[in-house]
Structure formats: structure tokens, C-alpha cells
């Protein structure tokens, strides 16, 4: 018998689920809503056993600003290569794959719909970072916002609807309106890194003047060169914030 909300709710999500069956954010391939396991049904993942095998999640040792794996001949270094040369204006990155390995998923979770995706990425975020991120001291959750239009015309933020998920599974709150995009810039995997510093000069505001929050946490799908994490953390500590870190789904080539 149904007690309570919480049983009603399990009971339309899983209605929900067979109707419209979760897809695996690897392969794109329809999920089982129920496994069996030791001889008993239990809820199905999210995403399937041989599909984890395809990820690579980033490793130590990791750059300690970017938080990119070093690699190599750099497995020895402090910096990465393009940390060793620019000046962030983060405090500390952390990102969850190398981006190789997730660019498809990463790809249908911003263009195609695939919002649900954002419940393996947040699940696997707070395995993996959890611990880390939860010494921090983080006080909110930023998400990158995208320009208006943008939002209109795709439907949703990619970045927030990560981050929401991330702010659930963490217990900390996440505020999306906090800072706004002011203009469209333009796509940035034409641009070179003096490129996309120049589009995104003044691309941020932060639309409240009572922000007591000191340590904030962006979230963003994709960090490449780190000019957009870096022009957000600028309006951020002009506004009053000390700590500034960020958190991306995956780091990496893009090209
Ligand atoms: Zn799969
Ligand atoms: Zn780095």
C-alpha cells in the first residue's frame, strides 16, 4: 500500500521510466528500468556496465590549477602547460573526464536534448569529487549562464542543468540567476585564446549587489582554455567573492 509522497513519487517515476525509458549516456542506447541481481529486481543504472569501461575519467596526478592530468613527461610538474604560461583568475579547478572519451554524450547533452544524462554525471561527480569538493567550503553553486536568446532557442542551459543536480547531491545551494550573460558572444571553438578573451570582456554582470557569498563553486560543461571561467571569476570577485573554484564535466583537447 502507498503511505506516503515519497512511495507515490517512486511509483510515477518509475511509470515514467517505462513509458519513456532513460538512455545511456555513452551509447545513447535505451536503459533497463529493472535488472536482475542475485536473483532479485532491482532498478536499473544509468548507464550500461559496458559502457563504463568507455570512460576515462581524469587522474592524478592533475595540474593544481586546472586541475588537467599531467601526463608524460609533465607527470613531474605543478602546472600544466597553459597554466605554467597564463595567469587564472580561479582559485583551483576540478573536472570529472577526459574530454575525449565523453565528447559524444557531452555533445547530445547540450544540443540534443539529453537532459537526463545530468543524473549519471552528477552520481559520478559526487563519487569521485565529492570528498574533494566538500572541503572547500563552498558556500553556492554558479552555473555558466548562457544569453537569453540562447536559452530560448535551445530550451535549457546545459550547465545549470548539471549544476542543479550537482547542488542536490552535494547539499549545496546553487543560485542561476546570480550572474547574467549580457551579450551573445560569439561560439568560441572558432576562436584562438586571445579570441576568446576579447568576446568575452564584459560578457558577464552580476545582476544582485548583496552577494555575501565567499567561496563559489561555477559549473560548466567544458573547460578549454579557461577564459570563460576566468571572466566570470573576475565579476565574481569584484563583487565580493574570495575563493573562486570551478567544476566542469570534462577537460581536455576539443580539437
Ligand atoms: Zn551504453
Ligand atoms: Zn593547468
Known amino acids: 500500500m502507498l503511505t506516503g509522497t515519497k512511495e507515490i513519487k517512486d511509483v510515477f517515476r518509475v511509470v515514467k521510466e517505462i513509458v519513456y525509458p532513460g538512455r545511456c549516456p555513452v551509447c545513447d542506447g535505451i536503459l ?3 535488472e536482475i541481481k542475485n536473483g532479485k529486481i532491482k532498478r536499473g543504472g544509468l548507464i550500461h556496465k559496458d559502457c563504463i569501461k568507455k570512460i576515462r575519467y581524469v587522474k592524478q ?8 592530468g599531467l601526463k608524460g613527461a609533465d607527470a613531474d610538474r605543478e602546472f600544466c602547460e597553459d597554466c605554467s604560461r597564463t595567469r587564472h583568475l580561479y582559485d583551483r579547478g576540478f573536472s ?21 544524462y545530468a543524473d549519471f554525471y552528477a552520481r559520478a561527480t559526487k563519487r569521485v569529487l565529492g570528498d574533494t569538493l566538500s572541503v572547500l567550503g563552498i558556500d553556492l553553486i554558479v552555473p555558466v549562464p548562457m544569453y ?3 536559452v530560448l532557442e535551445r530550451g535549457y542551459n546545459q550547465a545549470e542543468i548539471y549544476a542543479k543536480k550537482v547542488s542536490e547531491l552535494l547539499d549545496i545551494p546553487m543560485c542561476a ?12 571553438k572558432n576562436l ?5 578573451r576579447n568576446n568575452l570582456k564584459k560578457a558577464f554582470n552580476i545582476q544582485r549587489n548583496d552577494v555575501k557569498f565567499k567561496c563559489i563553486l561555477i559549473i560548466d560543461d567544458i573547460y578549454t582554455t579557461g577564459s570563460t571561467i576566468d571572466e566570470m571569476a573576475h565579476s565574481l570577485r569584484q563583487a565580493g567573492a574570495e575563493k573562486i573554484y570551478f567544476l566542469t564535466l570534462a577537460i581536455g583537447q576539443t580539437t
Open 32 to 34: 533497463n528500468t529493472f
Open 61 to 68: 596526478p592533475t595540474c593544481i590549477k586546472c586541475g588537467k
Open 96 to 116: 570529472l573526464f577526459e574530454y575525449r572519451s565523453i565528447s559524444g554524450s557531452i555533445y547530445r547533452f547540450k544540443y540534443m536534448g539529453r537532459q537526463e
Open 148 to 150: 537569453p536568446k540562447k
Open 177 to 188: 540567476n546570480l550572474v547574467g550573460r549580457t551579450r551573445n558572444t560569439l561560439p568560441m
Open 192 to 196: 584562438d585564446v586571445r579570441g576568446r
